[in-house]
């Protein structure tokens, strides 16, 4: 999924719609520096998911440009710069508001994980709903290598997928973990060669896009506030109320009754 064509040093984000507009594909565009994320670049990306959310995607894919990093995380040149104060202030927070946007987003959220993923490309993935990696994928934390923490939510993702024990031990010991113990820890939904990443991924995609929009989105919504804490009881009570009383509920019953395939139009 990954692009070789180089681009500035600045980098840039772009946003591409496939399948009638279905689909958004997101593209980190910084391959010289293996897509580091600075401040400007997360602005950008804010600001195309905020387009997104109030657009008639269903799927969000995010992608990176190059073939030798998905992302290695923030720039260290840029926050190195900043006082305590500046990464209390601004760094942190910023990191947080874009990524904490990026997993409330209502459309499921793909990561095509595309080579090495780390720190902040690591936790920029674990806010996605899905992560498929190529077989080349490493995923790892290495802050504390640095002299510092995981800051943009790794530590509080990483352990709700894999559980504290083995979030402590990629984190202290700085662990980079590799695809298939990434598949197997549930880190990834799947992997495959770089060469099928692609069709892996439109797998998936034509997949998620079968099923009904709105009750996929509402669906999503429930697993996480479930994974927060919440009582399925009340909230599935009224997801489902939601949900069956639209035109693709409709749609889907008669198609049911009448062995076909429904078409869905997220109304």
Known sequence: MNTSEPSSDAGQITVTHTRGGRVAT???????????????????????????????????????????????????????????????????????RVFNYLAQLRQPTIAVVDGIAVGGGFELALACDLRIGASTARLGLPETGLGTTPGWGGTERLTQIVGAARAKEIIFARRQVPSDTALDWGLLNAVSERSMLA??????????????????????????????GAPSTVLEALGSGFTTGTDDFTAGVAAFSNKTTPTFTGS
């Open 26 to 96: 997101v593209l980190i565009d910084r391959p010289r520096k293996l897509n580091a994320l600075t401040l400007e670049l997360l602005d950008a990306l804010y600001c195309e998911l905020r387009t997104i959310d109030h657009s008639d995607a269903q799927i969000v894919l995010i992608t990176t440009a190059g073939e030798k990093s998905f992302c290695v995380g923030a720039d260290i040149a840029q926050f190195s710069r900043f006082s305590p104060a500046q990464m209390w202030r601004r760094w942190i927070r910023e990191g947080h």
């Open 199 to 228: 069709d892996t991924v439109t797998e998936l995609i034509d997949r998620i896009l079968e099923g009904a929009p709105t009750a996929v989105q509402v669906s999503k919504q429930l697993v996480d506030a479930a994974a927060a």
